[in-house]
């Protein structure tokens, strides 16, 4: 494969934009720093890249494009969207359409409001969650990713007892002392944090099934405990599913696990690929923001005419009868292709799926929480990429990522990435 269209992009990207990209994890950093493949166009679960190279996509943008690229409905809508103007800074008909569409899908969305990214819906969920309890602290996990406010860039003190410290430069250690972060699927360090805190906890803020240190579910029982112990203690329940919602199931993690948060926010495939977030919860907690209460939050791009036909278009397409059965029919098939090879080959891997997401990890081991996916072989991961990539399966350049299948992957193009899988891990296995 020939990359020297997108090496010369990269090279004039690194002169005009800061490290060449837009959001670091577009960068090859994590996996030999090559210059990113610089892509072209995108049509269903195809990208073709500035060399004329084609790819089957499992990034998806990280997410948002569970219908595939540039689905004939929801290009349509955004075409008649841009049509009509696309923002207008007064309310439009589209963002009630679409508030009652999320609502009917997640019940415990008793009021909503719509933001432009995941990062704004959890900074926001937060202040209110503040506002409400008249507490300052949060307790997060540890390897869950919301966005890049400052109270979430906090990494974990030395025990469930113990203050966060900044996870990024330009946090302040009085901000970074507000959160508290313990062990995915460990209830007793949760417990531990909510004890020692006690009326100082705000608020928790739990990614329902983990999509950033791979696909993690809950252990059996394990939101439900968060959730009592939390109430028990006046601390409000935050739901991050910027990546779960629409994801799993026509609704949200919380709706297939039958867990019910107060207050949970939103990004990614809600817009269907167009910029978006959007909280909500509880009415007598949404209550607090502004214009009804004291808390402020606004948006002059807030609710823009483009996202909200493009969410509602999305919605329409996945709603359809059968989304979620093909999507973990084809999960099922490459997972248990990918297992199958591992297995052949030898190599030290496991593979966490759930329906339509998956994670590959270089470890033997299961992995249940952060430290086990920290630990698992960057290196071999790397390779992997490399050799992915070489034979036209674009993946998420970090071993953290998952592997997310869209409505228009066919079974033709698993049998084609598994092709590529068994040249990969024979090479790999050869070293
Ligand atoms: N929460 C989760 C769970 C996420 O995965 C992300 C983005 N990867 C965010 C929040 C932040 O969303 P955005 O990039 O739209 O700000």
Redesign the pocket.
């Known amino acids: 494969m020939n990359f020297s269209e997108s090496e010369r992009i990269q090279k004039d990207a690194n002169e005009y934009i800061l490290g060449g990209v837009n959001s670091p994890s577009r960068s090859y950093k994590a996996v030999g720093g090559d210059a990113p493949v610089v892509m072209e166009r995108a049509d269903g679960a195809y990208f073709y890249d500035v060399d004329g190279n084609r790819y089957i996509d499992y990034l998806a943008a990280?997410g948002p494009i569970i219908a595939g690229h540039a689905h004939p409905h929801i290009t349509a809508a955004i075409k008649q969207a841009a049509e009509t103007g696309v923002l207008y800074g007064t309310p439009t008909k589209h963002e009630v359409k679409f508030a009652k569409m999320l609502r009917e899908a997640i019940p415990s969305l008793e009021k909503i409001r719509f933001v432009n990214?995941?990062?704004?819906a959890?900074m926001t969920t937060i202040r209110v969650a503040r506002a409400y309890t008249k507490r300052d602290k949060i307790i997060k996990f540890a390897g869950?990713?919301?966005?890049?406010s400052d109270l979430v860039l906090v990494a974990a003190g030395s025990g469930p007892s113990q203050l966060g410290t900044p996870d990024s430069a330009g946090v302040p250690e009085s901000v970074a002392k507000e959160v508290i972060t313990v062990p995915f699927n460990d209830i007793e360090s949760f417990k531990e944090a909510i004890h020692h805190f006690s009326d100082q906890i705000a608020a928790v803020l739990v990614?329902p099934i983990v999509?950033?240190f791979g696909i993690v579910e809950p252990a059996e029982g394990f939101l439900q405990a968060v959730n009592d112990i939390a109430h028990d203690n006046g601390t409000l329940v935050i739901y991050?599913e910027?990546?779960t919602a629409f994801r799993f199931c026509y609704g949200g993690a919380q709706d297939m696990l039958g867990v019910t948060p107060d207050l949970t926010?939103f990004?990614?495939i809600i817009g269907g690929g167009l910029p978006i977030?959007a909280y909500g919860g509880r009415q007598d907690i949404m209550e607090h923001v502004a214009p009804l209460g004291p808390t402020y939050q606004a948006g002059t791009m807030a609710g823009n005419p483009l996202s909200m036909q493009a969410g509602i278009a999305l919605l329409e397409v996945i709603k359809e009868e059968g989304t979620y059965e093909q999507l973990d029919a084809l999960g099922k098939k490459l997972e248990d292709g990918v297992q199958a090879l591992i297995q052949k080959y030898n190599i030290p891997a496991t593979i966490n799926r759930l329906k339509g997401a998956m994670t590959l990890y270089f470890t033997k081991e299961k992995v249940v929480n952060y430290e086990q996916a920290e630990n698992t072989d960057g290196e071999m991961f790397a390779k992997f990429f490399k050799l992915m990539l070489k034979q036209g399966i674009n993946l998420a350049p970090s071993k953290y990522e998952a592997w997310f299948i869209t409505i228009r992957h066919t079974e033709a193009d698993i049998d084609e990435t598994l092709a590529a899988v068994e040249n990969s891990f024979k090479e790999m296995s050869l070293v």
């Open positions: 990280y990214s995941g990062t704004e959890v869950c990713y919301h966005g890049h990614e999509g950033n991050d910027v990546i926010a990004g990614k977030g």
